[in-house]
């Protein structure tokens, strides 16, 4: 059974700090991804990683970047939080090959002030 | 560009009546199209998902058509209850992405008794 867990289910900051966002996924899985969902626009890809210290942006990774320094453990970084970065942020993990299921974790609720 | 459109952005049925959500996708060599279901408060899960050398895919209450040639698919859920009260989201892998997925923005059904 998948497992995808995130560090936070709710945080608050406050504008011009610097967030982490911490993901772990335990099925050895080669692939993972962070995405902001808001309403009415669905999920969207900041960033993913297929391997470790590999990454490539998603369409919307301005303010934002990631790390990958283990298999399991995939960090995205609020380098200046924003107001406009208050959302729920995803993460989710996929095999490799055509295994293209994403297991996600259970999201983490940021709200910047 | 990649783009997964998908309508209505809510739909609300009465038990017992069928439910269909429509995607339409830009790359015609996206390959796999699944279809995740988030409830209240939950993560997004994979309820069915369908290639693209399939036309139709059933599990039970659940089917999934595809039309290459029109470049879309859609979900079919019968006999609807409370509990398929939820947000749909469809998704595409596009030609180059890899495992990547680009996601619909979702559709909210309500299932009334």
Known sequence: DVKVTQSSR???KRTGEKVFLECVQDMDHENMFWYRQDPGLGLRLIYFSYDVKMK?????PEGYSVSREKKERFSLILESASTNQTSMYLCASSGTGHS????????????VT | GENVEQHPSTLSVQEGDSAVIKCTYSDSASNYFP??????GKRPQLIIDI??????????RIAV??????KHFSLHITETQPEDSAVYFCAATFTGG??????GTGTQLKVEL
């Open chain 1, 10 to 12: 709710y945080l608050v």
């Open chain 1, 56 to 60: 490539e942006k998603g369409d919307i």
């Open chain 1, 100 to 111: 293209y299921e994403q297991y996600f974790g259970p999201g983490t609720r940021l709200t």
């Open chain 2, 35 to 40: 279809w995740y279901k988030q409830e209240l």
């Open chain 2, 51 to 60: 290639r693209s050398n399939v036309g139709e895919k059933k599990d039970q």
């Open chain 2, 65 to 70: 058509t595809l039309n290459k040639t029109a």
């Open chain 2, 98 to 103: 890899g495992n990547k997925l680009t996601f």
